[in-house]
């Protein structure tokens, strides 16, 4: 008999950061994460607590701590989705779901192809999707191309640190433990 492969269903707020997320937990063998991209905030609880409560599927839900978000909206999710145990996992990314991107400081500069100062990368760790967009904007007058924030990944040494990234690490030990 074949072993059933389990599935993580995975909610996030908007298709780019589902894109991001499927091609970083892609290779974790044993899974299939699906993704699914809300429109807003309000539309990824609806499906997560749907997934959740009335399907009874794992769920992760990954949400960007922007500004406009505090502890109190963290709650109010926790009450409307569930607290997090064995089928239910809340993953905050502080600040935002870019700064994956800037897991390695030397693995970033390889894959733009130019050395990050120490002030841009600071910056870039307190605000990383606005710092992620400025230095596309840089690398696209220099080459004339403009690249999308996914396409750094075709870098190994960039993929490979955002894969070991704590809050990739805290989705997949959330898999691991959802089918023990």
């Known amino acids: ?3 059933k492969i389990p599935i993580i269903n995975i909610v996030v707020e908007g298709k780019a950061d ?9 290779p974790f063998h044993g899974y299939f994460f699906k993704v699914d991209a809300a429109e807003s905030i309000n539309e990824a609880i609806t499906m997560a607590g749907t997934l959740r409560n009335a399907v009874h599927q794992n769920v992760v839900m990954v949400i960007d701590a922007d500004g406009d978000r505090n502890n109190s909206d963290e709650e109010f999710i926790r009450e409307l989705v569930g607290r997090d145990g064995e089928n239910f996992k ?5 600040p935002e779901i870019e700064s994956l991107f800037f897991a390695d400081k030397s693995a970033l500069s390889n894959a733009l192809g130019e050395e990050i100062n120490d002030m841009i990368w600071d910056i870039g760790v307190s605000a990383p999707k606005a710092t992620l967009d400025a230095l596309l904007k840089k690398l696209e007058k220099t080459t004339g191309h403009r690249k999308l924030p996914i396409q750094l990944l075709d870098n190994a040494q960039l993929l ?5 990234h704590p809050k990739i690490k805290e989705i997949q030990e959330f898999a691991q433990v959802a089918h023990a």
């Open 18 to 26: 589902a894109k991001l997320l499927l091609h970083l937990l892609q």
């Open 160 to 164: 490979a640190a955002m894969r070991s």
């Open 90 to 94: 809340l993953v905050k990314m502080i």
């Open 1 to 3: 008999m074949k072993e």
